[in-house]
């Protein structure tokens, strides 16, 4: 059971360039999300997904774009990379489960993708 | 909108006193609340989480914090440093309107001095 899981771990592009970010969990979590960590400023949402087919916008989802075709997937795209989005980034997974459950309400992180972009 | 706010981004303890990190919350909707930690060059690892019920919750490695709704706060406490909880915290906080979103804290950097 490898929990949540990022591809790559580092990754360095220059200004215009593309990428996509791969976010996969082993757990069925119906929910997953993508952060962005930046110094002094925590982790804001990106962008979230409810399940399978459906994404939305999260605090800060200008430049990015999401896909939740399967739903152990979530892929964070960057279309013209910015030096503005050179951050940790970090997907996480839940299940709205039942009140009863121990692991309800809360999100598993998976280690976190370093990007720079130059 | 909901939002939180940690006093301190950086907080020293000797090893052995108490630890003390403040969280207090903004929230329209009864929160859900949670501490996160992280240590260097890992994902976050939730601590504990209060939703419903009783005030005082117990997290893992001997952390506990207490829900305030009169104070809007969640400080998170341990009687006893150890070296090994030097990490960065992140209190959060959750409405219960199903999606799960989390508002994070900018986080406090926890030191421990020998």
């Known amino acids: 059971n490898a929990g949540v899981t990022q591809t790559p771990k580092f990754r360095v592009l220059k200004t215009g360039q593309s990428m996509t970010l791969l976010c996969a969990q082993d757990?069925?979590?119906?929910?997953m999300y993508w952060y962005r960590q930046d110094p002094g400023m925590g982790l804001r949402l990106i962008h979230y997904?409810?399940?399978?087919?459906?994404?939305a916008k999260g605090e800060v989802p200008d430049g990015y774009n999401v896909s939740r075709l399967k739903k152990q997937n979530f892929l964070l795209g960057l279309e013209s990379a910015a030096p503005s989005q050179t951050s940790v980034y970090f997907c996480?997974?839940?299940?709205?489960?039942?009140?009863?459950?121990?692991?309800?309400?809360?999100?598993?992180f998976g280690p976190g993708t370093r990007l720079t972009v130059l | 909108a909901q939002s939180v706010t940690q006093l301190g981004s950086h907080v020293s303890v000797s090893e052995g006193a108490l630890v003390l990190l403040r969280c207090n919350y903004s929230?329209?909707?009864?929160?859900?609340l949670f501490w996160y930690v992280q240590y260097p060059n890992q994902g976050l690892q939730l601590l504990l989480k209060?939703?419903?019920?009783?005030?005082l919750v117990k997290g893992i490695n001997g952390f506990e914090a207490e829900f305030k709704k009169s104070e809007t706060s969640f400080h998170l406490t341990k009687p006893s440093a150890h070296m090994s909880d030097a990490a960065e915290y992140f209190c959060?906080?959750?409405?219960?309107?199903?999606?799960?979103?989390?508002?994070f804290g900018t986080g406090t950097r926890l030191t421990i001095i020998p």
């Open positions: 959060a906080v959750s409405d219960n309107f199903g999606n799960e979103k989390l508002t």
């Open positions: 996480a997974s839940s299940d709205p489960g039942l009140p009863t459950l121990s692991s309800y309400n809360e999100q598993f």
């Open positions: 929230s329209s909707v009864p929160p859900y």
């Open positions: 997904s409810v399940g399978e087919g459906t994404t």
């Open positions: 757990m069925n979590h119906e929910y």
């Open positions: 209060y939703t419903t019920g009783a005030t």
